[in-house]
């Protein structure tokens, strides 16, 4: 599909590939009522809505927004898009299925962008400051059978993120695993992911991961 992206909104790359395919593959119910965190262009959240699904969308950047929604108006395909932090916007609803690509790349900064487009892929020292958050608040709302997927790299600790989805009552595991080029973010910061032993002298590229984590009934 034909997408317009705003100044500093993120374009899909490998990760959102990544998970659109995983998106594609899930089974979802008659209806499913869905959420995509951290919306961006809106393409996953696209990708639910041309399956049939009632498809919720939540970005906190307003360009994002305004991308989605054009987007949407664009694939003349309805989706409910809204400005918000995380899941704030829909507390108290519940969905079928949730789908996440959120920053997950490590930093040198220790405090977060709150501008630009490194918002889209710097979480901190260790990359996990909105992947805890996600791990944190989503499983509150999924319906029961209810299904979160998630992207992320192998640098951001595929363990923890398992362990945080377990203790929050669901079943989580690693569903696919995939090795892309590093792009620019990473090959400007190789230096210091090395010296933080996050990656081996020479390597050239990154795991990216994709985790499954169900409610079950």
């Known amino acids: 599909m034909t997408l317009i992206a705003l100044p500093g909104v993120y374009i899909p790359r490998g990760d ?105 892929w710097d979480a901190g020292r260790d990359g996990r400051a909105v992947i805890d958050r996600i791990c944190r608040d989503v499983p509150r709302l999924l319906a029961p059978g209810g299904v979160l997927l998630v992207v992320h790299s192998a640098l951001s600790g595929v363990e923890s993120t398992l362990t945080r989805l377990r203790a929050a009552g669901l079943t989580a595991q690693v569903t696919e695993r995939h090795r892309l080029p590093f792009g620019p973010v990473m090959r400007s910061r190789r230096s210091w992911l090395r010296g933080r032993g996050l990656i081996a002298p020479g390597a050239q590229t990154e795991e990216l991961v994709v985790i499954r984590a169900e409610r079950t009934r």
Request: aromatic share 2%; hydrophobic share 45%; net charge positive.
């Open 16 to 120: 959102t590939a990544i998970l659109g395919g995983a998106l594609r593959r899930e089974r979802l119910p008659e209806g499913a009522r869905v959420l995509d965190v951290g919306t961006g262009t809106g393409v996953l959240a696209l990708t639910a809505a041309m399956r049939g699904a009632r498809v919720t969308a939540v970005d906190n950047c307003r360009p994002a927004v305004w991308s989605a929604r054009l987007n949407a108006l664009l694939a003349r395909t309805p989706m409910r898009v809204l400005r918000g932090d995380l899941t704030s916007p829909v507390a108290g609803h519940s969905f079928d299925l949730v789908v996440a690509n959120p920053p997950y790349l490590p930093s040198p900064a220790h405090a977060l962008p709150s501008s630009g487009p490194a918002r889209a």
